[in-house]
């Protein structure tokens, strides 16, 4: 049966997300630190269901035959994705696949959208990686290629040199010259994070100028820190389509934050690549991928509430006299303020012991968070719409488990009373843009 040509029929924005958390993002080392290994369906369903509401409209997964799990779970995830499609339009699954026609075969028949191919092309990824050389490569790649085009004129083609930053310009392009007639986009993945901004820059431009019509696709590690200033530049000269994950989990130091890329594009003023992105919506989605995680938001990610954490006296007094000494940036308009952070049904215990312990000033510990949240999740399904889910929380909190607020030395406000004096005080955006409301519920 042929598919629909949806991809033809769609209109790429400015910028694309490829959201790549529940592929790169389930190679990160947090899931082992945590004791946590792998996404469960549930997670994975909730994250697809948070992202496509976000805005996300390019989801990449692993290729199904990576394991039963992976391949069962694809059926779910467009469960999820065509349940949306009403109220949200269509969002492309993409599967990660190597050269090679079981991965194809694989993801054809879990029914996907597109098929990110990749091969390694720098000389470590030709020694060490599959012993290719590049005629082979070549060959390899565009016979692939030649043949899936001719079978599914519908799928969406990508082509990936893997580690493609340590590979020289004539040899990516020497494999790029091949696989060009039968892609959508070319990939150029920082794999082990040796790239610059005057890297990227150069390589884009010259990209650019050989393969005018393909767009090209950025996948930028962070093993430099230089991650975000990499897809920054990317996105300047013109890069489209850019891989990203929450809260920027991937392998080893993982790769551009989703919300950190479109808070710097904000800060910047590029705000034709912001359009269609949930921008509220940022916190929340930060919070439901740290709950899956067990952790916080981790305080290197821009979007966090550690932005508006201040801790020292002096700092309180300053942001009580006006927030700008501390926080330059428009926060709340990316969901940084109270109503966003909590508190769904799906508010996990670690931010409900954060919301208790830094926000309202509970001794609370760790054990009796969890046993907080459990009680809460019942509750809070059963909201009346005049009592808040903050509300039902602090009930829980004190009549249920005699938890009382620390009392405070004056000169320390509790920054919950900061945030609600700042939520009125606080000028709105200077840039006249409207930004969609956009609440935690939805996740
Ligand atoms: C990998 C490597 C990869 C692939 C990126 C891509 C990288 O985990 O297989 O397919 O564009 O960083 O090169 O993530």
Redesign the pocket.
Same mark, same amino acid.
């Given at each position: 049966m042929t598919e629909p040509p949806r991809f033809s029929q769609y209109q790429p924005r400015a910028l694309e997300i490829i959201d790549?958390t529940l592929?790169?993002g389930q190679?990160t080392s947090l899931l082992h630190d945590h004791y946590k290994y792998f996404f469960t369906r549930t997670d994975k369903e909730e994250i697809v269901r948070a992202l496509i509401i976000y805005g996300v409209k390019f989801i /990449?997964l692993f290729a199904p035959l990576v394991s039963p799990q992976e391949r069962d779970d694809w059926a779910a995830l467009r469960e999820v994705r065509d349940s949306l499609i009403t109220q949200k339009g269509y969002t492309f699954l993409l599967a990660?696949v190597r050269c090679h026609p079981r991965d194809v075969e694989s993801a054809v028949e879990a029914g996907a959208d597109g098929l990110?191919?990749?091969i390694?092309t720098s000389n470590e990824s030709r020694s060490f990686n599959h012993g290719n050389d590049l005629d082979t490569i070549m060959r390899k790649a565009a016979t692939l290629l030649d043949e899936v085009r001719r079978n599914y004129p519908h799928l969406i083609l990508?082509f990936?040199g /893997?580690?493609?930053f340590r590979t020289r310009e004539d040899d990516l392009c020497r494999v790029y010259d091949v696989v060009a007639p039968y892609v959508d986009r070319l990939?150029?993945?920082?794999?082990?994070g040796v790239a610059t901004p005057l890297s990227v820059a150069r390589r884009i431009d010259v990209l650019r100028q050989r393969y005018p019509t393909i767009d090209l696709?950025g996948?930028f590690?962070d093993d430099r820190g230089f991650a975000l200033y990499n897809t920054l530049e990317a996105v300047r000269h013109g890069m489209r389509y850019i891989?990203t994950t929450l809260l920027g989990i991937?392998?080893r130091s993982g790769?551009t934050s989703m919300t950190a890329l479109l808070f710097n594009l904000y800060i910047d003023r590029e705000f034709d690549k912001l359009e269609g992105y949930h921008l509220r919506g940022s916190y929340p989605i930060n919070v439901l991928a740290a709950d899956k995680l067990k952790m916080l938001v981790p305080p290197k990610e821009p979007v966090s509430l550690t932005n508006r954490t201040h801790t020292a006296g002096v700092h309180q007094n300053a942001v009580l006299n006006d927030a700008s000494t501390y926080e330059a940036h428009p926060l709340d308009l990316f969901g940084v303020n109270e109503t966003e952070i909590l508190l769904g049904p799906l508010s996990g215990w670690n931010i409900i012991h954060y919301f208790l312990k830094e926000i309202r000033y509970y001794p609370i510990e760790e054990a009796t968070a969890k046993e907080i949240a459990t009680v809460f999740k019942e509750r809070v399904y059963q909201l009346a719409p005049d009592i808040s889910p903050e509300q039902v929380l602090i009930d829980i909190a004190e009549q249920q488990f005699g938890l009382a607020r620390l009392e405070l030395p004056k000169a320390v406000t509790p920054i919950v009373q900061r945030l609600d004096s700042t939520a009125t005080t606080r000028p709105p955006a200077s840039n006249g843009v409207t930004l969609p409301r956009h609440s935690v519920e939805i996740f």
């Open positions: 790549t592929r790169d190679q /990449e990660h990110n191919f990749y390694g990508r990936s /893997e580690d493609a990939g150029t993945p920082d794999t082990v696709e996948h590690h891989n991937a392998e790769i």
